[in-house]
């Protein structure tokens, strides 16, 4: 009787811990992203792009003003109500009109290098 009940206490504080490890892990990443602005969430954004394809001043900014006006974009999008497939078909739009955007203050080179790098971190496990 003690070693079942022993036994059962184990496996529920192992599963609790677990548990517990998984939130703490999840919470601040949505923390963050629910407290960014758009700006941080831009400078973040082009910050990740300028470690890959190494921007000159002129396009750092370029890129910088694509990312907070896209960020803006779709922030209003995710306050609009708009729910299920309809949101995903908004969002794919904005995220196809971005990547255009700044593809075209990338040189050919410097967008192979982020297209790479995004399909690597794609790619990747996550919580990694």
């Known amino acids: 009787m003690k070693k079942t009940l022993f036994l ?3 496996m529920a504080f192992v599963t609790f811990t677990a548990f517990a490890q998984e939130n703490a892990a999840a919470a601040p990443h949505a923390q963050m992203q629910g407290k960014m ?3 941080e969430r831009a400078k973040r954004q082009t910050d ?6 190494q921007l000159s001043t002129d396009q750092y900014n370029k890129v910088l003003e694509i990312n907070k006006n896209f960020a803006g974009q779709k922030d209003a999008l995710r306050a609009s109500g708009t729910q ?3 949101l995903k078909a908004q969002f794919k739009a904005l995220n196809d009109k971005q990547e ?20 690597e971190h794609q790619g990747a496990p996550r919580g990694e």
């Open 84 to 86: 299920g497939e309809d």
């Open 8 to 10: 059962s206490m184990a």
């Open 37 to 39: 602005t758009v700006e």
């Open 48 to 53: 990740r792009i300028n470690a890959t394809a």
């Open 100 to 119: 255009a955007a700044v593809k075209a203050v990338l040189t050919a080179d410097q967008y192979a290098k982020v297209q790479a790098a995004k399909k």
